[in-house]
């Protein structure tokens, strides 16, 4: 009988999977592609990514941890960024993400401090459950603007 995953590792494993999501999409486009206003508001796929990996910074490392770290989460990446260092950058704000979560064992510890806007503190378990969430939405759209770039749709 093997073991049993832990409520961390089915939690990682389910944020893990939405954010592997939302980088396929991604795969085989050019910059152009990346970049170009998929819907009326602007959004594109490259903009969606930069504004996860802020996101992952906002709450793992500042609200979770208090720590003063950039968190651009602005829906446009910055022009002078390619789009193979928002990916990476992205991937490495979530591989520090995991590093994070994996040092607690009690997924009911609180947050260094409440996210600005909100009244109480968020333990490790709700920001993980946020981070799903949020996650989860945008590789949604991602879906979409892929298709309406070239038709690309995942079984």
Same mark, same amino acid.
């Given at each position: ?26 795969? %085989? ?14 959004? !594109? ?10 996101? #992952? @910074?906002?709450?793992? %490392?500042?609200?979770?941890?208090? #720590? ?14 390619? @789009? ?34 909100? !009244? ?12 799903? #969430? ?12 892929? #298709? ?8």
């Amino acid at each position: 009988m093997s073991a049993q995953p832990t409520e961390r590792d089915v939690l990682l494993q389910y944020l893990n999977k939405n954010r592997q999501a939302v980088v396929v999409k991604t795969m %085989g486009l050019a910059e152009e592609q990346l970049r170009a206003p998929g819907v009326p508001s602007g959004t !594109n796929m490259l903009g969606i990514v930069h504004h996860l990996a802020g996101v #992952e @910074a906002h709450w793992f %490392g500042f609200v979770f941890l208090g #720590e003063h770290v950039d968190c651009d989460m602005a829906m446009v990446a910055p022009p002078e960024l390619t @789009a193979s260092e928002v990916i990476g950058s992205y991937r490495a704000a979530c591989r520090v993400s995991d590093e994070i979560v994996r040092a607690y064992d009690d997924l009911s510890t609180l947050a260094a401090m409440v996210n600005p806007g909100e !009244n109480e503190l968020d333990s490790l378990r709700v920001i993980l459950a946020h981070m799903i #969430e949020e996650t989860a939405r945008h590789a949604g759209q991602a879906d979409i603007l892929r #298709e309406l770039i070239d038709g690309h749709v995942e079984e």
